[in-house]
């Protein structure tokens, strides 16, 4: 990994940084709350029912037309014939149920930290490429992430806000190795900046700082899975699909695609909390008569660059040794493929992981040959291409908000990771804003929680058929098949995109 080695440090976290390569793109690139979540819609609901009861008020208007009525009894002969012609000028009479009553409007108070009556603090936990160029010389494609953030906060408060809310963004970077730097950033926007509210690219367990120590909500780019959600306490959102119904969803859509049969398949983890993973794609492959020959894992990675690839290398010299011919990797994209490429195994790849869609230089990254990526395909969430998310147009209007208000920093988009990272950004500042309006003016983490999982079925920028629900804390519900191309030494999409079913 020549890039990786460079840098004064000499001590570094080798599973982090391969972590960092795929989501640095997007850098720059119970029941009980909610029924009281819900009590504050229903009160405005009863208002804005009462408000047409007045209409009938205005009656009296009507009686003023029955005068011709009582005029008409001295002349009972011919009133009856000419009536008729009269009623039209009093038709204006019954024009008062016409007019839709004025909304009630939405009571705002100074409900929690980050919340006043006119303002919304929100946080955004960037990963910082700067520094990443800086330490391990890695050249990666920047955007100015805290121009797009100011630009949008301040187009949706001149539109009138969240329910006449000013939205107010506090963009902080940080660099993902380790914990030290995230907490930095986690104690700034929760205790300094007081924000409610963070959007994040947090790693691995990251993210509890702000959802269980805290207890705020946390909207993340990725990293929902089910002990997170629980530590959580249901505070925790993202937009990318929860990572187990990835593994599931890609798994289940090999097994259907007949990629699996015939062959004889070594599971493959790496960290230990991802035997969730592995525990949730495995009944599905006995289920379809597939050959398990083992579940492989080398175990935790620790900072020793060249132990953690000897471990690896240790795994995989088994699963060779053991007849594995395809390996249905559960984890990190690289390193698996590296190791396979240091033994000199010729040996199929199939990947759950989004990775393989998100970072589109993996194989110049990390100097893998052809031969070797050509062996390997994912079916892992589904996110568009730079083609297909420039012509979303929700994509389109935040990429014109951007433009208009910062007009000296022109994005270069024909650039993918850069195009990726902002539909990324795009994306999980729309699906915020979207829960805060539902949550209505009294707004908590309890009413946050409650107006997200009431949200259904929608969309958002460059993710169609999004839905969250009490069951579903991650927007994304789609998978696609991902194939090496050689000329072009990247993952394309190969066919639509698909749907997969909950998992729990």
């Known amino acids: 990994m020549p890039g990786i080695m460079r840098g004064s440090r000499t001590v570094r976290r080798w599973w982090w940084l391969l972590a960092v390569l795929a989501l640095v793109a997007a850098a720059c690139g119970g029941n009980d709350d909610d029924g009281s979540a819900d009590t504050a819609e229903p009160a405005a609901a009863q208002e804005q029912t009462a408000a047409p009861e007045e209409a009938p008020a205005e009656a009296p208007e009507e009686e003023s037309g029955e005068a011709p009525a009582e005029e008409a009894a001295d002349e009972p002969a011919e009133e009856p014939g000419e009536q008729p012609a009269d009623e039209p000028a009093e038709e204006p009479a019954e024009t008062p149920a016409e007019p839709t009553p004025a909304p009630t409007p939405v009571e705002l108070i100074a409900s929690y930290q980050g919340v006043t009556e006119s303002e919304i603090a929100i946080g ?33 408060s001149e539109r009138g806000g969240i329910h006449g809310r000013s939205v107010v963004v506090h963009v902080v970077s940080f660099l993902p190795i380790g914990s030290t730097d995230s907490e930095r950033v986690c104690t700034e926007l929760m205790e300094d900046q ?34 997170r959600q629980e530590r959580s306490n249901g505070l925790f959102f993202a937009t990318e699909m929860k990572q187990t119904r990835q593994r599931v969803g890609g798994t289940t859509e090999m097994i259907r695609a007949g990629d699996l049969e015939g062959h004889r398949v070594g599971i493959y983890y790496e960290a230990p909390p991802d035997k969730e993973y592995a525990d949730a794609v495995q009944p599905l492959l006995e289920e379809a008569g597939i050959e398990i020959v083992g579940v492989y894992s080398p175990g935790s990675p620790s900072t020793d660059t060249v132990q953690n690839e000897q471990n690896t290398d240790n795994i995989s010299t088994r699963m060779e040794a053991d007849g594995v011919d395809l390996i249905l990797n559960l984890s990190n994209v690289y390193g698996i493929i590296q190791s396979a490429q240091r033994i000199g195994w010729e040996v199929r790849i199939a990947h759950t992981n989004g990775q393989a869609a998100d970072r589109l230089t993996i194989a110049d990254d990390q100097g893998i040959e052809d031969e070797y990526m050509a062996r390997t395909f994912a079916v892992t969430t589904n996110k568009p291409t730079s083609e297909e998310a420039l012509a979303d147009p929700a994509v389109q209007e935040c990429l014109a908000v951007f433009e208009e208000r910062v007009p000296d920093e022109p994005l270069d988009l024909t650039n993918d990771d850069i195009v990726n990272g ?31 999982e009431g949200l259904g079925t929608f969309d958002l920028p460059a993710m169609i058929g999004a839905s969250l629900s009490p069951d579903k804390h991650s927007a994304g519900s789609l998978v696609r098949r991902y194939e090496y191309f050689p000329e072009v030494r990247t993952y394309l999409p190969v066919g639509e995109p698909i749907p997969t079913d909950p998992v729990e």
């Open 124 to 156: 955004v936990a960037a990963i910082d490429p700067v520094q990443i160029n800086e330490m391990f010389g890695i050249d990666i494609d920047i955007f100015p992430v805290h121009d797009l953030y100011a630009a949008l906060s301040a187009d949706l």
């Open 422 to 452: 902002v539909v990324n950004h795009c994306r999980a500042f729309a699906l915020t804003v979207k829960i805060l309006e539902a949550a209505g003016g009294n707004i908590t983490p309890e009413t946050f929680k409650a107006a997200a």
């Open 194 to 227: 007081r924000v409610f509210v963070v959007i994040g690219q947090f790693l691995e367990d990251n993210a509890l700082c702000i959802t269980e120590l805290h207890g705020h909500p946390y909207v993340g780019h990725f990293g929902e899975n089910t002990e």
